[in-house]
């Protein structure tokens, strides 16, 4: 899970979050307090079995936007476990909406990636229906876990050759678009990282290895452009996941 604030945003604790002062609502617009967001959250993960192992939360320092990570107690499979993202403001640019997946992405920049995503828009109506959009895309984090930890377990048995990696390495450097991964020259030090792996863990010639080679060259794209590194993360997956379905 990442979030990531360089946008004008600052780490905060939980406390800090009451500071944040709240507009008065108007006709259409009803601003929904940061700490009862956390609660609706909160209420939904643990109606669901879930625990939270760990948080993490930025805010604006005039209050305006909100930005935050729950580590969540639920294993995928081993060293994979998912996390639930949340984002809202007191200013009308961002409405509450929380995110989940095993790679979820938050940025002070407004992007906002994850597999599940629901939220409601400020309205009058918003604080009788965003916990049941809170609970539903909660509710769904058993099935998409099962299924996560089906795709990986697949692609750590997915033992590769030379030939069938470089046709996944060209495969994800031809890709344009919104379905652009990498580069030529980053699929250049992809192979490298296959090669010559720095973790233990895949060193095996799996699809997982490559999979997690791409990843960590792909680390230097949530340096340059946050909102793009997560629209090719998404790719990398949907690739990986094809990889599955065709084997």
């Given amino acids: 899970m990442s979030l990531m604030l360089h946008c004008g945003a600052e780490p905060v604790t939980r406390l800090d979050l009451h500071s944040a002062t709240v507009p008065p609502a108007t006709g259409t617009y009803a601003p929904v ?3 009862d967001f956390l609660s609706e959250i909160e209420a939904s993960v643990h109606r669901h079995g879930y625990a939270i192992l760990g948080e993490q939360f930025g805010m604006r320092p005039d209050g305006s936007q909100m930005f935050g990570l729950f580590r969540l107690e639920c294993p995928v499979t081993d060293g994979v476990s998912l996390s639930l993202g949340f984002r809202s403001s007191l200013n009308k640019t961002l409405r509450p909406e929380v995110a989940a997946a095993d790679n979820v992405f938050v940025c002070d920049n407004l992007c906002l990636s994850g597999i599940i995503v629901s939220g409601h828009k400020q309205t009058p109506h918003c604080g009788e ?3 049941a959009r809170i609970d539903e895309a909660v509710s769904r984090l058993g099935d998409y876990a099962t299924g996560r930890a089906e795709q990986i377990e697949a692609l750590r048995g997915m ?3 030379s030939t069938q990696v470089h046709d996944i390495l060209c495969q994800a450097a031809q ?3 919104k379905d652009e ?3 030529w020259s980053q ?3 992809v192979h490298r990282e296959w090669d010559r792996p720095r973790h233990p863990e895949f060193r095996p010639r799996t699809a997982w290895s490559l999979m997690n080679a791409f990843t960590e060259v ?3 794209y949530f340096q340059r452009n946050a909102p793009e590194a997560a629209t090719r993360t998404l790719s990398l997956n949907s690739l990986f996941r094809d990889l599955v379905e065709r084997n």
């Fill in 129 to 131: 229906q965003l916990p």
């Fill in 181 to 183: 991964i990498v580069s």
């Fill in 187 to 189: 699929a250049g030090k």
């Fill in 175 to 177: 890709q344009t678009g």
């Fill in 33 to 35: 307090n940061y700490l």
């Fill in 159 to 161: 033992e590769l050759d």
């Fill in 218 to 220: 792909m680390k230097s």
